[in-house]
């Protein structure tokens, strides 16, 4: 049970009044003559979440809208299947250098004017690829604006992806920082899942492209509903202006002052170096997988629908698996978030391995399986990751934007390359591709092996957890309370208790846990304070903060 402690104080308590004792008690009535700074959360940034999820889901069906469908697509515009596969590429291609300028655009627009851009590219997309359904043009004018839809598109997606961990770092405390990259981060593998369910649904492959056109259209608004920052700041870290990407740069560089908030040991710039690579090779993996399920799974007698329903299984029961463990890391495994990426990826990597064996005809219920399980390892990891890489580097937009980057980077590289791997139509079975389950699970096999390097010290949440004490501290001293840790196991022995009652005209020093005020609420604006000095010395606090007031009554038994 928590214990106060009554001490004398020699020096006068300046912010604290107090009228004599007598016989029954007196009061204490103090105001806060001054604000003393506060870190606060705002209810809106749940709005501003939601926005940016639709805004990220709908971006994430443009990399695999062709994947289930590729071999319609081929049958109704008489395409080749390198030819579909390059409209998810071009999403990858054109993401490098977009990635980049992103975190510029923000620094130069804000995060709603950035949005703004974004938007319109959404609405002219669509309807630019779906004018490449016309019957009456060529198959090469026909290419030529679906792969320009597919381009301004691609555009769109790191505008909203790479903004995701700054988004939670400005508006979230340590509590939900990192359930909101979950949700926002794994909006876009949602976008994936919807993007291999919806085409096959639909009934020709030009209404598809009309469906995706309006989708984007609808979506395009809610980009007003996205707030650039909040007027307090809810951490240490979020009261800080956004670092530029130079700044990234110089830091791995170690060419960052020691001073500077965003300084980074070498320990700390291997890390993210293995991290980057890491991220890159198991999402990427994942990217061309989903862009390729119809033509790796085909040759083995899978229809375009099962193969869509097997690439959502795999993003879906990741998305659960994601919603389940970031409370967890929010509020239990706050400290653990590397050990969770060496536990987890080997999991993961026997999955990809066994897929090398399993992929074969009617072996349905073996493959939803292993995709459960890749889905629930890798993407519960996304927003760890995400989260991790900030806590290195203390630069959210920079650290994202090169994470996604390399993933686009490695998912490019990976659908040419086992492109190139599939088989000729005299194998058995006919173009199947084998060899590209060998190169991924050898590829993935070897990038685990590197993760158990990275040591993860999270240095932004540590700073912002000393921050935060310091500012409860200075404001409970600010209204008469200083704050202390006091053993709350149980004590019967006075010496714990150390009550001393106070004299008729003296002033006292109340000493309370920290934990019982930090669970309290937010920080006092009043405090009312009745001493009774009879068998039993009790306390009475009233809490008043702007929304709400509080009472709690504690005794502190005399000895």
């Given at each position: 049970?928590?214990?106060?402690?009554?001490?004398?104080?020699?020096?006068?308590?300046?912010?604290?009044?107090?009228?004599?004792?007598?016989?029954?008690?007196?009061?204490?009535?103090?105001?806060?003559?001054?604000?003393?700074?506060?870190?606060?959360?705002?209810?809106?940034?749940?709005?501003?979440?939601?926005?940016?999820?639709?805004?990220?889901?709908?971006?994430?069906?443009?990399?695999?809208?062709?994947?289930?469908?590729?071999?319609?697509?081929?049958?109704?515009?008489g395409f080749t299947l390198d030819q579909v596969n390059w409209f998810g590429n071009v999403v990858n291609v054109v993401y490098l250098p977009s990635a980049l300028v992103v975190p510029y655009l923000?620094?130069?627009?804000?995060?709603?004017?950035?949005?703004?851009?974004?938007?319109?590219?959404?609405?002219?997309?669509?309807?630019?690829?779906?004018?490449?359904?016309?019957?009456?043009?060529?198959?090469?004018?026909?290419?030529?604006?679906?792969?320009?839809?597919?381009?301004?598109?691609?555009?769109?997606?790191?505008?909203?992806?790479?903004?995701?961990?700054?988004?939670?770092?400005?508006?979230?405390?340590?509590?939900?920082?990192?359930?909101?990259?979950?949700?926002?981060?794994?909006?876009?593998?949602?976008?994936?899942?919807?993007?291999?369910?919806?085409?096959?649904?639909?009934?020709?492959?030009?209404?598809?492209?009309?469906?995706?056109?309006?989708?984007?259209?609808?979506?395009?608004?809610?980009?007003?509903?996205?707030?650039?920052?909040?007027?307090?700041?809810?951490?240490?870290?979020?009261?800080?202006?956004?670092?530029?990407?130079?700044?990234?740069?110089?830091?791995?560089?170690?060419?960052?002052?020691?001073?500077?908030?965003?300084?980074?040991?070498?320990?700390?710039?291997?890390?993210?170096?293995?991290?980057?690579?890491?991220?890159?090779?198991?999402?990427?993996?994942?990217?061309?997988?989903?862009?390729?399920?119809?033509?790796?799974?085909?040759?083995?007698?899978?229809?375009?629908?099962?193969?869509?329903?097997?690439?959502?299984?795999?993003?879906?029961?990741?998305?659960?698996?994601?919603?389940?463990?970031?409370?967890?890391?929010?509020?239990?495994?706050?400290?653990?978030?590397?050990?969770?990426?060496?536990?987890?990826?080997?999991?993961?990597?026997?999955?990809?391995?066994?897929?090398?064996?399993?992929?074969?005809?009617?072996?349905?219920?073996?493959?939803?399986?292993?995709?459960?399980?890749?889905?629930?390892?890798?993407?519960?990891?996304?927003?760890?990751?995400?989260?991790?890489?900030?806590?290195?580097?203390?630069?959210?937009?920079?650290?994202?934007?090169?994470?996604?980057?390399?993933?686009?980077?490695?998912?490019?590289?990976?659908?040419?390359?086992?492109?190139?791997?599939?088989?000729?139509?005299?194998?058995?079975?006919?173009?199947?591709?084998?060899?590209?389950?060998?190169?991924?699970?050898?590829?993935?096999?070897?990038?685990?092996?590197?993760?158990?390097?990275?040591?993860?010290?999270?240095?932004?949440?540590?700073?912002?957890?000393?921050?935060?004490?310091?500012?409860?501290?200075?404001?409970?001293?600010?209204?008469?309370?200083?704050?202390?840790?006091?053993?709350?196991?149980?004590?019967?022995?006075?010496?714990?208790?150390?009550?001393?009652?106070?004299?008729?005209?003296?002033?006292?020093?109340?000493?309370?846990?920290?934990?019982?005020?930090?669970?309290?609420?937010?920080?006092?604006?009043?405090?009312?304070?009745?001493?009774?000095?009879?068998?039993?010395?009790?306390?009475?606090?009233?809490?008043?903060?702007?929304?709400?007031?509080?009472?709690?009554?504690?005794?502190?038994?005399?000895?």
């Amino acid at each position: 049970m928590p214990k106060f402690r009554f001490a004398k104080r020699e020096e006068a308590v300046t912010s604290i009044g107090m009228s004599p004792i007598k016989g029954s008690g007196g009061s204490i009535e103090e105001r806060s003559t001054e604000s003393p700074r506060e870190y606060r959360l705002y209810k809106r940034r749940w709005i501003g979440l939601l926005a940016l999820v639709i805004l990220n889901i709908v971006s994430g069906m443009v990399l695999v809208w062709f994947g289930p469908i590729a071999n319609n697509v081929v049958a109704d515009f008489g395409f080749t299947l390198d030819q579909v596969n390059w409209f998810g590429n071009v999403v990858n291609v054109v993401y490098l250098p977009s990635a980049l300028v992103v975190p510029y655009l923000y620094g130069r627009l804000g995060l709603r004017g950035t949005g703004y851009i974004g938007a319109f590219l959404f609405i002219v997309s669509g309807w630019v690829r779906y004018a490449g359904t016309a019957r009456s043009l060529s198959k090469s004018d026909s290419l030529a604006l679906i792969m320009i839809g597919q381009l301004l598109a691609g555009l769109t997606v790191p505008i909203f992806q790479v903004i995701i961990p700054s988004y939670s770092e400005r508006w979230f405390d340590l509590k939900g920082r990192t359930t909101a990259t979950m949700i926002m981060g794994l909006s876009n593998p949602v976008g994936n899942a919807l993007g291999q369910l919806i085409p096959p649904l639909i009934g020709t492959t030009r209404q598809s492209l009309l469906v995706m056109a309006i989708i984007f259209t609808v979506a395009a608004p809610v980009v007003f509903l996205v707030g650039d920052h909040p007027p307090t700041p809810p951490t240490f870290a979020a009261s800080h202006k956004h670092p530029s990407m130079m700044s990234l740069v110089h830091a791995m560089l170690g060419r960052m002052p020691r001073d500077q908030y965003t300084y980074m040991t070498f320990r700390q710039r291997l890390d993210f170096a293995i991290m980057v690579l890491v991220f890159g090779v198991l999402v990427g993996i994942i990217n061309s997988f989903t862009i390729l399920t119809a033509q790796q799974l085909g040759p083995y007698g899978y229809s375009d629908d099962t193969a869509g329903f097997m690439g959502a299984a795999l993003l879906l029961v990741g998305l659960v698996a994601a919603a389940v463990t970031a409370p967890l890391y929010d509020r239990v495994l706050t400290h653990h978030l590397a050990l969770s990426c060496k536990l987890l990826t080997p999991i993961m990597a026997a999955c990809w391995i066994a897929l090398i064996w399993e992929i074969k005809p009617n072996n349905d219920v073996v493959l939803y399986v292993l995709m459960a399980l890749i889905g629930g390892t890798s993407l519960s990891l996304l927003p760890v990751v995400l989260e991790l890489a900030v806590e290195l580097t203390r630069n959210a937009d920079g650290s994202s934007a090169i994470l996604w980057l390399s993933t686009n980077l490695f998912g490019l590289i990976f659908v040419l390359v086992e492109g190139a791997l599939r088989a000729g139509p005299d194998a058995n079975p006919p173009l199947n591709m084998r060899r590209a389950f060998i190169f991924q699970a050898s590829v993935i096999s070897a990038s685990v092996l590197l993760i158990h390097l990275v040591e993860g010290k999270q240095t932004r949440r540590a700073q912002d957890e000393i921050k935060r004490d310091q500012a409860e501290r200075a404001t409970h001293q600010h209204v008469g309370i200083e704050v202390v840790e006091v053993p709350s196991e149980r004590d019967d022995k006075r010496s714990s208790r150390e009550m001393v009652p106070p004299s008729h005209m003296e002033k006292v020093h109340i000493q309370l846990p920290l934990r019982l005020l930090r669970s309290r609420g937010s920080v006092p604006a009043q405090v009312r304070i009745s001493l009774e000095a009879h068998h039993d010395l009790g306390a009475v606090v009233t809490h008043r903060s702007r929304s709400r007031a509080r009472r709690t009554r504690h005794h502190c038994p005399s000895a």
